[in-house]
T-cell receptor, first 114, second 115 residues
Framework: ETGVTQSPTHLIKTRGQQVTLRCSSQSGHNTVSWYQQALGQGPQFIFQ???????GRGNFPPRFSGLQFPNYSSELNVNALELDDSALYLC?????????????FGNGTRLTVT | DQQVKQNSPSLSVQEGRISILNCDYTNSMFDYFLWYKKYPAEGPTFLISISSIKDKNEDGRFTVFLNKSAKHLSLHIVPSQPGDSAVYFCAASQAGGTSYGKLTFGQGTILTVHP
């Protein structure tokens, strides 16, 4: 059973640039959620994709967008990067929207915006 | 607006003793609660969960207690082991419909278990 994998592991970008982060969900999982974890804070929900459709969004501006592909992998895109976007971005997958299927997290992508 | 709070940034415990990690929440719509453990350079790992219809759930050395009237939950680890040293996050969600997976996390508590 393959776990959740994220790429790249680290990334440095300049303010104003755009970035794409990628996530492969765990085998058999069809739901992907993205979280932002700032230093010293808990993860904060960005949005969730279920069967290729966005299924809820947290308090993030529209410059944060995403996609889920037919194989249930996912991308997080951030436009017009700001210094405050520097954080660990975590992807988590699960099976359906079921309580009995806890979120399985990847190791994250560390984004630094300078 | 911090809906889930872990007021202790850190906790230090001797090996073999009990570790008690606490979490408070303010949103009365939350009805499902989870604990995750996170090691450096790794993603959070699910530990244990509890539904609001229960007040206790046990899994091996880990027990979660829920006090709905106080909007408080706690994680007990007995006995504590050095390998338990990690950051522990409390998380909450509304279990119904399409809300599951949209977790609200606390800030985390760093647990250090000394040999």
């Amino acid at each position: 059973e393959t776990g959740v994998t994220q790429s790249p592991t680290h990334l440095i970008k300049t303010r104003g640039q755009q970035v794409t982060l990628r996530c492969s969900s765990q085998s058999g999982h069809n739901t992907v959620s993205w979280y932002q974890q700032a230093l010293g804070q808990g993860p904060q929900f960005i949005f969730q994709y279920y069967r290729e459709e966005e299924n809820g969004r947290g308090n993030f501006p529209p410059r944060f967008s995403g996609l889920q592909f037919p194989n249930y992998s996912s991308e997080l895109n951030v436009n017009a990067l700001e210094l405050d976007d520097s954080a660990l971005y975590l992807c988590a997958s699960s099976f359906d929207l079921s309580i009995s299927s806890p979120l399985h997290f990847g190791n994250g992508t560390r984004l630094t915006v300078t | 607006d911090q809906q889930v709070k872990q007021n202790s940034p850190s906790l230090s415990v001797q090996e073999g003793r009990i570790s008690i990690l606490n979490c408070d929440y303010t949103n009365s719509m939350f009805d499902y609660f989870l604990w995750y453990k996170k090691y450096p350079a790794e993603g959070p790992t699910f530990l244990i969960s509890i539904s609001s219809i229960k007040d206790k759930n046990e899994d091996g050395r880990f027990t979660v207690f829920l006090n709905k009237s106080a909007k408080h939950l706690s994680l007990h680890i007995v006995p504590s082991q050095p390998g338990d040293s990690a950051v522990y996050f409390c998380a909450a969600s509304q279990a119904g419909g399409t809300s599951y997976g949209k977790l609200t996390f606390g800030q985390g508590t760093i647990l250090t278990v000394h040999p």
